[in-house]
């Protein structure tokens, strides 16, 4: 606690004139030795004086217990504004922190956003063509399908007839065949080469099957 200055009050006058007071400033002493000081006048003076020092006193003390707790509850909000402040600046760099931490969560799930969609990307280009050539494929091996039946029915009209075909007829045929199906394997026709290859084979076990002649 702050010294706290002090005053005394002297009086004098009569019955017919107004009493005058004059105030003579202490020197700063701590509150206790005022009311002190103010209590023993007290007893010095006349009745009403006395109160007067007494009511000064029990003011002067008074007053200290409201500056005592004045600058206490000053203390106390300026640590709690302290605190308050050391708490804000805490959760500011935590909060920038965090904010970072965000931002760079935000560009890793922007780039693996992108790596994504460019691998759906190619994984769709990719079926797009394969399911293109099994589409392709299966319209081929369709149409494989078909002319081999064609072919099985023509060599199975092929085998019905070989009886009354001479053996030289046979072996030319064979022969024609084997030139046919060189021809279409250099131009990359593979259905006609397959065709030529088949009517081959038709020929040759139309002459494996054959019978020499003379005998039953």
Request: aromatic share 4%; hydrophobic share 45%; net charge negative.
């Given at each position: ?5 002090t005053?005394?009050?002297t009086t004098s006058g009569c019955?017919r ?7 003579v ?14 209590r023993r006048?007290?007893s ?5 004086n ?8 029990a ?5 200290a ?5 004045a ?14 402040v050391?708490?804000r600046e ?9 904010v ?12 693996v ?14 079926r ?6 099994m589409q ?17 029915a ?6 019905e007839?070989?009886?009354?075909v001479?053996?030289?007829v046979l ?7 084997d030139?046919l199906?060189?021809?279409f394997?250099?131009?990359?026709d593979v259905i006609?080469q397959?065709?030529s ?5 038709a020929?040759?076990q139309?002459?494996a099957?054959?019978?020499p002649?003379?005998?039953a």
């Amino acid at each position: 606690m702050s010294p706290v200055g002090t005053a005394v009050i002297t009086t004098s006058g009569c019955k017919r004139h107004p009493m005058s007071a004059t105030v003579v400033t202490l020197p700063p002493k701590s509150s206790s030795e005022t009311t002190d000081f103010l209590r023993r006048m007290a007893s010095m003076v006349s009745e009403r004086n006395g109160e007067m020092l007494l009511r000064a006193a029990a003011l002067i003390e008074a007053l200290a217990q409201r500056t005592m707790s004045a600058e206490r509850l000053f203390h106390e909000q300026q640590s709690e504004s302290t605190r308050n402040v050391e708490l804000r600046e805490a959760a500011e760099l935590a909060s920038d922190a965090m904010v970072k931490q965000v931002e760079a969560l935000r560009a890793q799930l922007a780039e693996v956003t992108a790596a994504a969609a460019a691998e759906r990307a190619t994984f769709d280009t990719e079926r797009g063509r394969l399911l293109g050539l099994m589409q392709d494929a299966e319209g081929h091996i369709g149409k494989l399908t078909s002319e081999l039946e064609t072919l099985r029915a023509s060599v199975d009209g092929l085998n019905e007839t070989l009886v009354s075909v001479p053996v030289e007829v046979l072996k030319l045929a064979r022969t024609q065949f084997d030139y046919l199906s060189s021809g279409f394997a250099r131009r990359g026709d593979v259905i006609a080469q397959a065709m030529s290859e088949i009517g081959a084979f038709a020929i040759d076990q139309a002459l494996a099957n054959k019978k020499p002649a003379g005998k039953a």
